[in-house]
């Protein structure tokens, strides 16, 4: 059975009550809880039985839950009960932004001193609950040369690496040399397509993006795990969103069935 997912992204005008029973007409077997906590309330632990039940009504299991940017003042904290939530409900994942979307280039070196001290913290959060933290690529050249140092750095026990496409093919078609760099790392994914600068997070086959050439690095790397959607309506042609979540599931069960 193809194993796919979509994160909550994809319209969070809609609640969750109504989101998930969409998402599993749609014939999707996982769900990703995306960044809006207000949305989720993740991070408040009284939600979190209701949010386990509202996955069991609906027969869907959670595949990655997304944290907080590790750049941020609060993020240890935050992180630590965000970890707490995905074991509450199941996910093995939890996906990280190292930093925020975007900085000057004469802020690596600070960035760099901050994220990179709080890796061993990280991994112990994540060895305590027994899960993993994936680190996210933001836009090309800095903050994404960060993550990539921050994968490397880690323990990979603890910390892997979360391929986003649209974060990747910013100012593309580019070269899908970071995804084959660290395709041994890979425990997650953020795939949609992307049509032109700030229009991106849409179906595959909507954009420019080359998965033709994303499809067999995911093939030859680590990752089984499920195919997951983060699209929405905002930038895509399907403004409905019952019609988005199913034509995302048609994309994602064919992405499955050439990765494995």
Known sequence: MAQTSISTTFDYSIPLSEQLPMIRKAGFTHVSFGMDYSHSGLLQEENWPHLHDLLK????????????????????????????????LGAPVVVIHCTVFWFEDDEYDEKFRLVSGRIKE??????????????????PGKPTD?????VKMADPEYIGFCYDSSHDQIDGPRPMALL??????????????????????????EGFIRFDEIIPLL???????????????????????????????????DIWNQVN
């Not at 935050?78 to 707490?84: M, S």
């Not at 960060?146 to 921050?150: K, R």
């Open 57 to 88: 009504e609906n027969g869907l299991l959670v595949d990655t839950i997304h944290g907080y940017d590790l750049d941020r003042e609060d993020s240890l904290k935050k992180n630590e009960i965000l970890a707490r939530a995905a074991v509450f």
């Open 146 to 150: 960060l993550c990539v140092e921050m």
């Open 180 to 205: 084959s760099g660290l395709k041994d790392r890979v425990i997650a994914v953020h795939l949609s397509d992307r049509i032109r600068e700030f229009v991106d997070h849409v179906i595959p086959g």
């Open 122 to 139: 990280m991994e112990r959060i994540a060895k305590d609950n027994g899960i993993r933290f994936a680190f996210e690529n933001m836009v």
């Open 219 to 253: 093939k030859e790397s680590s990752f089984r795990g499920p195919i997951l959607m983060e699209v929405g309506v905002e930038n895509s042609k399907y403004k409905n969103a019952e019609e988005l979540v199913a034509r995302a599931y048609a994309a994602a069960k």
